[in-house]
Structure formats: C-alpha cells, structure tokens
C-alpha cells in the first residue's frame, strides 16, 4: 500500500491536470474554448491523477492489468494542464507505468495472492484432518499430539548414580 502511495504521489505531481479532452476530435481540439465553439464538451478522463485518493484508485484499476496501455497512452498523450491531447506529447509518461506495473502489480499483487493461497491451504489441511472425527475424537487426537511432543525433562529427573 505504501508503494502505491508513493506512486499515486508520483502521479499526482507528473500528470495532474493534464487529462482533459473534447468529446468532438479529440486529437484535434487542445483548449476548452475551441471545444465549446464546436458544441463539445470538455471532460477529463476517468482514470486520472488529480488528486491522491484518484490516482491511488486509478493506480489500482491500472494494478489489475485490464486495459492499462490504454491509460498509459492517455497520460503519454496529455499536454498540459487544461490543454487537450497531443499523440506522444509526454514520453517519458511511458516509463511511468511500465515501472509502476512491474513494482506495484507483479510483485505486490502476486504477494497479496500467495498469503490468501497460504491461509487457503492452511485452512483445508485443518479442515480435512477433522472432517470426519466427532468433537470427543478431535479431543482424543489433540491429547495424542501433546503426548508425541511431549519430551521428558531430564534434569529432574532421579537418574541412578551407582552405575
């Protein structure tokens, strides 16, 4: 969670404001006052970075691996602030996401997966050894694994001495 933060800060600093575009020739308009004059409407994009609590959430959408070269090339194709996009305006926006997938959803989300698999398999190994004892069977089964760890203590114990 805390890369993410990190990175939603990133965000935040290299891409806010810049997500904005006309819904009439998108790649065409840059400024919202020509998009009024075609009867437009000015918008910015849903997955953006405006703020921290937006680009965590849309830093997690890009986590997910669905569509993310999509919302790279939005973010590589904004300008400037409150301008519309330019194709390949902002490269270096590029290298962006392709650290962010690698550090934030390879690594983190198949950590997150593998401690939900570990608990998962911890918890069908205990349900399958009681899946067909009675409680007072269960019982008798823990008292048997107690005695097997069970280790004597030797040092208080009377050990002959004449020998």
Known sequence: MMIWLMFSILAVNLFAGKLFYCTKNTYEISS?????LINGKWTKYNVNYDDVPTAMLSLFVISTLEAWP????QAVDGQGENTGPKRGAVAYASYFFIIFIFIGAFFFLNFFVGVIFMNYEEAQKAEKESLFMTKKELEWVDIMKMIVKAKPDLETTNVPRNV
């Open 70 to 73: 999509d919302y790279m090339w």
């Open 32 to 36: 919202e006052a020509e998009c009024r």
